[in-house]
Nanobody, 127 residues
Framework: QEQLVESGGGLVQPGANLKLSCTGF????????MAWFRQAPGKEREFVAT????????TYADSVKARFTISKDNAGKALFLQMNSLSPEDTAVYYC????????????????????WGQGTQVTVSS
């Protein structure tokens, strides 16, 4: 079972870049999809990006498309989120998540479609 740990959050100014990491994805065969979500104060957890464990097909939320890039290491045991041109609207706790199996009909963009979560890392964008 994966135990996910995020790192790389912090306080940055608008326009800055930041890279988040998530480690702890387990045996290569135990994960179908890997994702980043975020949750701002008083708001629901929202989808940011997802990547299949095998293959390079990625899906992004419209709000981060062209600014954020999701990637994984060669072994599929670490997940990354490169965030460029950050704005105050990106301020949130960022969570990584793992979906442990394929389910027909899932798009893997909803929190309920993921089985394992990290504890989150705070990203604050402020001048």
């Amino acid at each position: 079972q994966e135990q996910l740990v995020e790192s790389g959050g912090g306080l940055v100014q608008p326009g800055a870049n930041l890279k988040l990491s998530c480690t702890g994805f387990g045996r290569a065969s135990s994960t179908y999809a890997m994702a980043w979500f975020r949750q701002a104060p008083g708001k629901e957890r929202e989808f940011v990006a997802t990547l299949k464990k095998f293959g390079d097909s990625a899906t992004y939320a419209d709000s981060v498309k062209a600014r954020f890039t999701i990637s994984k290491d060669n072994a599929g045991k670490a997940l990354f989120l490169q965030m460029n041109s950050l704005s105050p609207e990106d301020t949130a706790v960022y969570y990584c998540a793992a979906a442990l199996s394929y389910r027909v009909g899932n798009r893997y963009t909803a929190p309920t479609e993921y089985d394992v979560w990290g504890q989150g890392t705070q990203v604050t964008v402020s001048s």
